[in-house]
């Protein structure tokens, strides 16, 4: 199996950056897409933004331009770095894994929390 572990959150003031990690362990082989997703309280989960074995990647449009998703392949890390936060952007941020861009995501961390004050 895949296990993945977030770090990174934390409380940031608007305007700051962040950067999240995403250690994968275990049958990393087996992993084609990695990607962020976040919930807020009373809000559903959305992908944040995600990266597929082939480098390509994909955003949401409330992030494009602020956040950069990327992947360390030796460490088997994939990073979020989230520049110019908003208080919109507080949640939990979860990091998920699938075997294709067709499918569900199948493996999930256990979230950090990212905080921002205004």
């Known amino acids: 199996q895949v296990q993945l572990v977030e770090s990174g959150g934390g409380l940031v003031q608007a305007g700051g950056s962040l950067r999240l990690s995403c250690e994968a362990s275990g049958m990393i082989f087996s992993i084609n897409v990695m990607g962020w997703h976040r919930q807020a309280p009373g809000s559903q989960r959305e992908l944040v933004a995600a990266?597929?074995?082939?480098?390509?990647?994909e955003y949401a449009d409330s992030v494009k331009g602020r956040f950069t998703i990327s992947r360390d392949k030796r460490k088997n890390t994939m990073y979020l770095q989230m520049n110019t936060l908003k208080p919109e952007d507080k949640a939990v941020y979860y990091c998920?894994?699938?075997?294709?861009?067709?499918?569900?995501?199948?493996?999930w961390g256990q979230g950090t929390q990212v905080t921002i004050s205004s």
């Open positions: 998920a894994s699938k075997r294709g861009p067709w499918g569900s995501y199948v493996e």
């Open positions: 990266v597929s074995t082939d480098g390509s990647t």
